[in-house]
């Protein structure tokens, strides 16, 4: 099993519509999570941090489960500017040393 | 966040040669990292840059290849050496303020080697 999961896509969504990705994980001894937007040819930026109690930024929800070991993200009112990759991103750390374990993200395209 | 300045922003080499790729933060970081990415994958770690000392390789990675340096707090070097084209890639830098805190990347190298 991969350490960090994603469902690769695309999804293809009309604007105005929501849209949920979920990316599993599986060290439970996983600490932080977060979720990173790549646009083509571009770096990695950061969306969101993942919190155990749920977080919200404008239209993007993100979710924890601890017990179930995954973590989501939800975009509501799609934007034709959602469009993008996004990777999920999970941390170990031990000591000084962090490993960081990266999905291979999500494509998705949000269609007018 | 910090303020990541990679350059070059792209180049394009000849197989055998070298390339060195400089990234400077605007503060000192603790955690500083060199990614690859190829064309349609996720990141791949490479190493992450230690100041002051040597960087620590992740499996696939040797230093022959990809020597690092990290005088200080602030900047580092990636070299891309006998460069083939297999190599062609974006490579990015990557600072962290704490092992708490998410990473940051600087804008990358896309390199291409003919």
């Known amino acids: 099993r991969k350490e960090v999961e994603q469902d690769p896509g695309p999804f293809n969504v009309p604007e105005g519509a929501t849209v949920a990705f979920n990316c599993t994980y599986s060290?439970?001894?996983?600490?932080?999570f977060f979720w990173y937007r790549q646009d083509c040819r571009k770096e990695p930026k950061l969306l969101m941090s993942v919190y155990s109690s749920g977080n919200e930024d404008g239209r993007f929800t993100a979710q924890l489960n601890r017990a179930s070991q995954y973590i989501s993200l939800l975009i509501r009112d799609s934007k034709l500017s959602d469009s993008a990759t996004y990777l999920c991103?999970?941390?170990?750390?031990?000591?000084?040393?962090?490993?960081?374990?990266w999905g291979l993200g999500t494509s998705l395209a949000v269609n007018p | 966040s910090a303020v990541i300045s990679q350059k070059p922003s792209r180049d394009i080499c000849q197989r055998g040669t070298s390339l060195t790729i400089q990234c400077q933060v605007d503060s000192q970081v603790t955690m500083m990292f060199w990614y690859r990415q190829q064309p349609g994958q996720s990141l791949t770690l490479i190493a992450t840059?230690?100041?002051?000392?040597?960087?620590?390789?992740e499996s696939g990675f040797v230093i022959d290849k990809f020597p690092i340096s990290r005088p200080n707090l602030t900047f580092s070097t990636l070299t891309v050496s006998n460069m083939s084209p297999e190599d062609s890639s974006i490579y990015l830098c990557?600072?962290?303020?704490?092992?708490?805190?998410?990473?940051?990347f600087g804008d990358g190298t896309r390199l291409s080697i003919l």
């Open positions: 991103v999970v941390t170990l750390n031990a000591g000084n040393n962090r490993k960081l374990i």
């Open positions: 840059a230690n100041q002051g000392s040597e960087a620590t390789y």
């Open positions: 060290n439970s001894a996983s600490q932080s």
């Open positions: 990557s600072v962290c303020l704490d092992s708490n805190q998410p990473q940051h």
